[in-house]
């Protein structure tokens, strides 16, 4: 396991707030046994399975792109004086391969229960990255990135802390918290070398809003994409429905005092991507906002003793999801 640690001042950006807020980035290995997964993996649920899925479809060609929009700027990083900014995007880089590589391989999960997801996945990435990638300019794509970055930190610390990855399979649930939690460990370093390269306010903005566009349309696409496939149009009406009024109840509940999280899921108030993308532009769009400014170290190690925990209870069930020192 390698392991680097950012815990620094952001020079590029000279927000102090940076410093005390870091995680260490560390390289874990995990293989995951995805056999038995069931369709509706999240909550029972069709809707949140497939919302969860369409994420998913998007994170291995995202990744590297991610990775080749930070790693084209390596030379303009000093050895020296940036030694460490170079050493977290080594270790950025290594984390993102592997979400990658164990994200493809649950995708066999998706052929295996039927879904073509592979229509999908050809146009998104010709679209995304054989044509869009190959005219914008380099400077955009970091920014993109970096925006990208900021997204899937907060949709990992949602991942984290709304409660409904309790309520997911458990090798799904391992794979994503384990995700959620490298997310959060490297959510400054596409932001920080953007500011090396070019600390404009504009360019920060102009990759929120290509970040945003092309990353909340991809999503939505690929979610129906699944839902569609799964037919029966009542069904779906009927759960919408259901989760509707679930939630008008837990929200009256909650407002009563008597919401219990222990005898039923507690859904969130508003959708992951209504979270994602309205809290995320809000403070993106701040000028002295920095990814790492508040602390999630907390929520990181909580996180990472349930993945121990889930790893363990695999080991015991004969089902094996990574081998132990690998976390
Ligand atoms: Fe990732
Ligand atoms: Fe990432």
């Given at each position: 396991?390698?392991?680097?640690?950012?815990?620094?001042?952001?020079?590029?950006?000279?927000?102090?707030?940076?410093?005390a807020?870091?995680?260490?980035?560390?390289?874990?290995?995990?293989?995951?046994?995805f056999?038995?997964?069931?369709?509706?993996?999240?909550?029972?649920?069709?809707?949140?399975?497939?919302?969860?899925?369409?994420?998913?479809?998007?994170?291995?060609?995202?990744?590297?792109?991610?990775?080749?929009?930070?790693?084209?700027?390596?030379?303009?990083?000093?050895?020296?004086?940036?030694?460490?900014?170079?050493?977290?995007?080594?270790?950025?880089?290594?984390?993102?391969?592997?979400?990658?590589?164990?994200?493809?391989?649950?995708?066999?999960?998706?052929?295996?229960?039927?879904y073509?997801?592979?229509?999908?996945?050809?146009?998104?990435?010709?679209?995304?990255?054989?044509?869009?990638?190959?005219?914008?300019?380099?400077?955009?794509?970091?920014?993109?990135?970096a925006?990208?970055?900021?997204?899937?930190?907060?949709?990992?610390?949602?991942?984290l802390?709304?409660?409904?990855?309790?309520?997911?399979?458990?090798?799904?649930?391992?794979?994503?918290?384990?995700?959620?939690?490298?997310?959060?460990?490297?959510?400054?370093?596409?932001?920080?070398?953007?500011?090396?390269?070019?600390?404009?306010?504009?360019?920060?903005?102009?990759?929120?809003?290509?970040?945003?566009?092309?990353?909340?349309?991809f999503?939505?696409?690929?979610?129906?994409?699944?839902?569609?496939?799964?037919?029966?149009?009542?069904?779906?009406?009927?759960?919408?429905?259901?989760?509707?009024?679930?939630?008008?109840?837990?929200?009256?509940?909650?407002?009563?005092?008597?919401?219990?999280?222990?005898?039923?899921?507690?859904?969130?108030?508003?959708?992951?991507?209504?979270?994602?993308?309205?809290?995320?532009?809000?403070?993106?769009?701040?000028?002295?906002?920095?990814?790492?400014?508040?602390?999630?170290?907390?929520?990181?190690?909580?996180?990472?003793?349930t993945?121990?925990?889930?790893?363990?209870?695999?080991?015991?069930?004969?089902?094996?999801?990574?081998?132990?020192?690998?976390?």
């Amino acid at each position: 396991m390698a392991a680097t640690s950012n815990e620094r001042p952001s020079a590029a950006t000279g927000n102090e707030r940076a410093s005390a807020a870091t995680n260490d980035i560390r390289v874990r290995s995990p293989k995951f046994d995805f056999t038995g997964v069931p369709r509706r993996w999240l909550l029972g649920s069709r809707i949140a399975s497939s919302v969860a899925n369409g994420a998913n479809l998007l994170f291995p060609a995202g990744e590297r792109f991610f990775v080749r929009s930070v790693r084209r700027y390596l030379d303009r990083l000093d050895p020296v004086a940036d030694a460490q900014l170079l050493s977290d995007v080594r270790a950025f880089s290594q984390q993102e391969g592997r979400h990658a590589a164990a994200h493809e391989r649950a995708f066999e999960v998706l052929r295996a229960q039927g879904y073509d997801i592979d229509t999908f996945l050809r146009a998104y990435e010709a679209v995304a990255f054989g044509a869009i990638e190959k005219v914008v300019p380099h400077k955009l794509s970091l920014a993109a990135t970096a925006a990208c970055e900021h997204f899937t930190a907060i949709l990992a610390e949602a991942g984290l802390t709304d409660g409904v990855m309790d309520h997911a399979h458990p090798v799904m649930r391992e794979l994503l918290l384990w995700h959620a939690v490298e997310e959060i460990e490297h959510r400054s370093v596409a932001f920080d070398v953007l500011a090396k390269v070019d600390p404009s306010y504009a360019l920060r903005i102009a990759g929120l809003a290509m970040a945003s566009s092309m990353l909340g349309s991809f999503w939505v696409m690929g979610a129906l994409y699944l839902l569609a496939q799964d037919g029966d149009p009542a069904g779906l009406l009927r759960e919408m429905r259901i989760g509707r009024e679930k939630k008008k109840r837990q929200a009256e509940a909650a407002r009563a005092g008597t919401l219990d999280a222990t005898k039923e899921a507690i859904l969130p108030q508003k959708s992951i991507m209504t979270r994602v993308f309205g809290r995320g532009i809000r403070d993106y769009v701040r000028r002295d906002f920095h990814p790492a400014e508040r602390d999630l170290r907390p929520v990181v190690e909580r996180a990472m003793r349930t993945v121990r925990a889930l790893d363990a209870a695999a080991h015991q069930s004969g089902r094996p999801s990574h081998p132990a020192n690998a976390i």
